[in-house]
């Protein structure tokens, strides 16, 4: 078995990676901020010295306190991908990069074809430019590097959208949600999965999406959610982002293609809804006053 060291392993995402990999018998390091700074290129060496495939899921995430602190957020997307990928590299470690839509345009509010893997990138926030700037780093360092983009994740093990429109949900009698932004909501379990299916199907280096397919708006989700709370989905009624106006430029369409891994012979990540309702039961758990769905619910 491939020894792998998960970076970010603390987040959403890494916590299923590194249950997705010990369950099958792999050996993982796991390690979280609170075990590796990847700022720090001494450290990041010392960590990955035994590794065979690495990846890398820490990230600077708060995209809206990304706009008055660029720095630190280059320090940690950019510059800690960069060690992560000169390490990786001296050692042949495999190495899997987590990306983000918002290293592209948005493609406006009519577009209709999903994002090619291939689009050159045009990041509108400060997130998006250390995350785009990551991507350029990972590759020039380490050319035989897989970097997986995703969007819209959700999962059980942080704050993610589903689980506070739930809360919301308990608490109030309407839920206003955006409807002009469209995306493909992600179980961080299936991104687990798929990281794991490109690296043990050994794809060629490049560029993955590693979204669910599909497409919902977030009122459409915030509808599927509270649903699956025991709520009435009426309760949520559609709004503007302009009436919800935030620090960073949110993108409007965030719907990626899944070609490559297609032509990898992978499979991608299953409808949205689908997915949503296999997930349910286990990102709303423990969750104040929900009614614990069933996978099995029909709606």
Not at 5 to 27: I, P
Not at 61 to 69: G, M, N, S
């Amino acid at each position: 078995m491939a020894r792998w060291v998960v970076t970010g392993a603390e987040g959403m995402l890494g916590v299923d990676l590194v249950a997705r990999l010990r369950a099958d018998g792999h050996e993982v390091a796991a390690l979280g901020r609170s075990r590796l700074d990847v700022t720090d290129a001494d450290a990041v060496d010392a960590a990955l010295e035994a590794a065979d495939v690495v990846v890398n899921a820490a990230a600077y995430t708060a995209v809206d306190a990304a706009e008055d602190d660029e720095a630190t957020a280059f320090a940690v997307n950019a510059v800690g991908a960069q060690h992560v990928a000169q390490a990786a590299a001296r050692r042949g470690a495999r190495l899997v990069h987590v990306s983000t839509d918002y290293v592209m345009d948005d493609g406006g509010a009519g577009a209709l074809a999903p994002h090619a893997e291939g689009t050159l990138l045009a990041p509108r926030s400060a997130y998006g430019r250390t995350k785009a700037a990551g991507e350029w780093a990972t590759r020039s360092e380490h050319p035989g590097a897989l970097v997986v983009r995703t969007a819209w994740l959700y999962g059980a093990h942080g704050s993610c959208f589903p689980r506070t429109i739930a809360t919301y949900a308990a608490q109030r009698d309407v839920l206003d949600v955006v409807d002009d932004q469209t995306g493909q909501p992600t179980w961080t379990v299936d991104l687990a999965d798929l990281v794991v299916r490109l690296v043990e199907a050994e794809v060629a280096p490049g560029v993955y999406h590693g979204t669910s397919e599909g497409a919902a708006t977030w009122y459409e989700l915030a509808q599927e959610v509270v649903a699956s709370a025991g709520r009435d989905p009426a309760m949520v009624r559609p709004t503007t982002s302009g009436a919800l106006a935030r620090p960073a430029p949110r993108p409007s369409w965030s719907v990626l293609g899944h070609d490559a891994t297609r032509a990898a012979g992978v499979a991608p990540i299953g409808d949205w809804r689908t997915r949503w309702r296999a997930a349910a039961p286990r990102v709303l758990s423990g969750l104040p006053s929900v009614r614990h769905p069933s996978s099995s619910d029909s709606r």
